[in-house]
């Protein structure tokens, strides 16, 4: 079955610091998605991106986080200056299309946990 | 402001009994919802989903019914297993993304 690929799985960083999650969506999908999930909380949109342009951003992301599909396979969420708060789980997520078309499944990866120090 | 939401945070069913997990639903816009299950340390797994113009729809020994008078959504899981044990989210789309609800944790007694 085809996956969702996400790395790293576990990122340390220092309070400041850039940090770059990545994703390798399922190949013939068209949508991209970023959602984290703080501990033990529920799983929050961050934005969405379609046709090399972001479609929906939530409040969340705001100017210290950005989205890129630097290749035909790569989609990465950077955050410019982490905050401790920032630490969650980072989820990405691809869809062939919308998800508003029933029986279009969005896959979701294993996730990257980040911690903020 | 409107949102997914469930009714109660844990659930605890003996193993070979039926679940029924539920899930409220406050924007009446909502067309399309979608189950998911969580396992610990995973990301969402998609079980099952289903449109507003339907009220029932059936998976392998999961069903989802949906009551869009009192917008509320529930899962039900026939003979629940160990393997069953994971916090379940209902979710609504809106526009191109997903809204997850807060979750309930399935516990799974021997």
């Known amino acids: 079955e085809p996956e969702v690929t996400q790395t790293p799985s576990h990122q340390v960083t220092q309070m400041g610091q850039e940090v770059i999650l990545r994703c390798v969506p399922i190949?013939?999908?068209?949508?991209f998605y970023w959602y984290r999930q703080i501990l033990g909380q529920k799983v929050e949109f961050l934005v969405s991106?379609?046709?090399?342009?972001?479609?929906?951003k939530s409040e969340i992301f705001d100017d210290q986080f950005s989205v890129e599909r630097p290749d035909g396979s790569n989609f990465t969420l950077k955050i410019r200056s982490t905050k401790l708060e920032d630490s969650a789980m980072y989820f990405c997520?691809?869809?062939?299309?919308?998800?508003?078309?029933?029986?279009?499944?969005?896959?979701f990866g294993e996730g990257s946990w980040l911690t903020v120090v | 402001g409107e949102n997914v939401g469930l009714h109660l945070p844990t659930l605890s069913v003996q193993e070979g009994d039926n679940s029924i997990i539920n899930c409220a639903y406050s924007?009446?816009?909502?067309?399309?919802f979608i189950w998911y299950k969580q396992e610990s340390g995973k990301g969402p797994q998609f079980i099952i989903d289903?449109?507003?113009?339907?009220d029932k729809r059936q998976g392998q020994r999961v069903t989802v019914l949906l009551n869009k008078t009192v917008k509320h959504l529930s899962l039900q899981i026939a003979a629940t297993q160990p393997g069953d044990s994971a916090v379940y989210f209902c979710a609504e789309t809106r526009d191109d993304k997903i809204i997850f609800g807060k979750g309930t944790r399935l516990h799974i007694l021997p």
């Open positions: 991106f379609y046709n090399n342009e972001i479609s929906e």
């Open positions: 924007n009446s816009a909502s067309d399309y």
């Open positions: 997520a691809s869809s062939e299309s919308g998800p508003r078309y029933s029986g279009n499944t969005i896959y």
């Open positions: 190949s013939n999908h068209l949508y």
């Open positions: 289903i449109r507003s113009n339907m």
